[in-house]
Each structure stands twice: as C-alpha cells, then as structure tokens.
C-alpha cells in the first residue's frame, strides 16, 4: 500500500473513508494497466529492433556477397518472415486493445473491463506465439536441409543447429504454456466472474 497516494485521496476526499477507498481501489487499477501497457509496448518494440537487426543483416549479406539462392533456400526466407508476421499480429491486437480504451472513464466496471480486454489481446498473442512455435520446428527443418543442399552447412552442423533450435523452442513454448495456463487463463476467469459480480 502507498501511505503518501492514501494520504493524498484522504485529504481530497474530506476523509470519507467510502470514497477514499474507492479511489484509492480505481487509482490501484488504473497504475496497475498503465504499468502492463508500458510494460508490453517496449516489449513488442525490442522484439522489433530484433528482428530489424537480424534483418538488415541478412539482407546486407545477401545483397553485398550474393549470398542467397532464393529458388534453393527459400526456407531461409520464410524462417525470418515468420517472426515478423507474428509480430504485427501482436501488435495490432495491442493497438486495438489501447484504441478501444483510450480513454477509459473513472469507473471501476470500466477498469475491470478495460483489464480484461487487456487479458484477452495477450491470449490472442499467446496463441499467435503458440501457431509459431509449430510451424518453426518444420520451417526450421527445412532450412537447415537446404543449407546442407547448398554446401553451406555440414550435417554434423545441420544437427547442432537442430539441437540448438530445438533446445531454444522448447523452453520458449514451456515458458508460454506456464503463462497462458497459470496466469493469463485464470486472470481472465477471475476477471470475467469479477465483472459479472460488479454488474449484477
């Protein structure tokens, strides 16, 4: 609890217990969805300096060295379009969620509603992210054997790189399951009842 953001509304409310509670209660809310917005805006935003640095490096290579057959090694091509798709995926449901809320009035239904569209927009993401995790293991495959095609890998290499990939894939698809299954899907249910209890 913040004594000084009690004091303050203790004092603006002419120490009202009731009124100071409930705005100290939306006030919670509102930092409490400020704080995840931010949170998943620099998110999407280094994911993208990410990709834009992944992808102007292979751009550059293949352009400047001639580096890229795209009739042999077209696995390459769509391995690196993947992550972008996703990525705008993501973050058209994150602007969708902050234009439908833009400007969410001072009412506790409407933070709890306002957090459960929030809840929703990361559900969507997570299954986005979850179609990814499936389709890169074949992606994945099929580029490390076009690699192998075109001389540019051995196979010794083609499996570390395999084992590397898998390796990374797996942990990343755990740790979105324990979010999606132990955080997102219960918050969303206990917001959800929490709504219907507020409305009725």
């Known amino acids: 609890m913040k004594i000084e953001t009690l004091e303050r509304l203790w ?24 704080r995840r917005r931010k949170g998943q805006t620099v998110f999407l935003l280094c994911v993208g300096a990410a990709l834009g640095t992944i992808t102007l490096v292979f751009g550059y290579d293949a352009l400047r060295h001639d580096s890229l057959d795209v009739t042999r090694e077209w696995g390459s091509v769509l391995m690196l379009v993947a992550p972008w798709v996703t990525l705008i995926l993501m973050m058209r449901a994150h602007d969708r969620h902050r234009r439908r ?5 001072a ?22 992210m979850f179609w990814l995790m499936g389709l890169f293991p ?45 955080f997102l899907r219960p918050e969303g249910a206990r917001l959800e009842r929490l709504l219907a209890e507020y409305a009725g």
Not at 14 to 30: C, G, I, K, V, Y
Not at 101 to 105: I, L, Q, S, V
Not at 166 to 176: E, P, R
């Open 11 to 34: 004092r603006t409310h002419d120490h009202d217990m009731d009124r100071t509670a409930r705005a100290f209660l939306l006030e919670s809310l509102m930092s409490g969805i400020e």
């Open 107 to 128: 009412s506790i239904a409407q933070s709890l509603q306002l957090r459960l569209d929030e809840n929703r927009a990361a559900r969507h993401s997570a299954v986005v």
């Open 138 to 182: 074949l992606v994945t495959g099929v580029t490390l054997w076009q690699l192998v095609d075109t001389d540019k890998m051995t196979a010794t290499q083609a499996v570390q790189g395999a084992l590397l990939f898998g390796g990374a894939l797996g942990a990343s698809t755990l740790v979105q399951t324990i979010r999606y299954l132990w």
């Open 101 to 105: 809320f833009a400007d969410p009035t």
